[in-house]
């Protein structure tokens, strides 16, 4: 079963932005907290941000330093993940999560790749 589709990944220089999308198809997860990870390959897989099911974000990885936001959309039952000033190490497959129940949920990511 699909759960999530990410979008919005590309290849872009360092210092410039891109906007990823998560659409949520299981309705269950609609309502829940939603949390965008990354992993590069050869690191271990990181939380980037999560955001609660009414859209107040909960958290930042310490990295981001104010360089991304995180919001959703319930209507078009989607996270966004704003991301500015990116850097070379932010370079990673970018995933959308929902922990469900006891069951951790990921989508196949969107990648993302920083570089000159």
């Known amino acids: 079963q699909v759960h999530f589709v990410e979008s919005g990944g590309g290849r872009v220089q360092p210092g410039g932005s891109l906007r990823l999308s998560c659409v949520i198809s299981?309705?269950?997860?609609?309502?829940?907290?939603l949390s965008w990870y990354r992993q590069a390959p050869g690191k271990e897989r990181e939380l980037v941000a999560t955001?609660?099911?009414?859209?107040?974000?909960?958290k930042y990885g310490d990295f981001v330093k104010g360089r991304f936001i995180i919001s959703r959309e319930n209507a078009k039952n989607t996270v966004y993940l704003q991301m500015n000033s990116l850097k070379l190490e932010d370079t990673a497959n970018y995933l959308c999560?929902?922990?469900?129940?006891?069951?951790?949920?990921w989508g196949q990511g969107t990648q993302v790749t920083v570089s000159s």
């Open positions: 999560n929902c922990r469900y129940n006891r069951t951790e949920y």
């Open positions: 299981v309705i269950t997860f609609r309502n829940h907290a």
């Open positions: 955001i609660t099911h009414i859209g107040l974000p909960l």
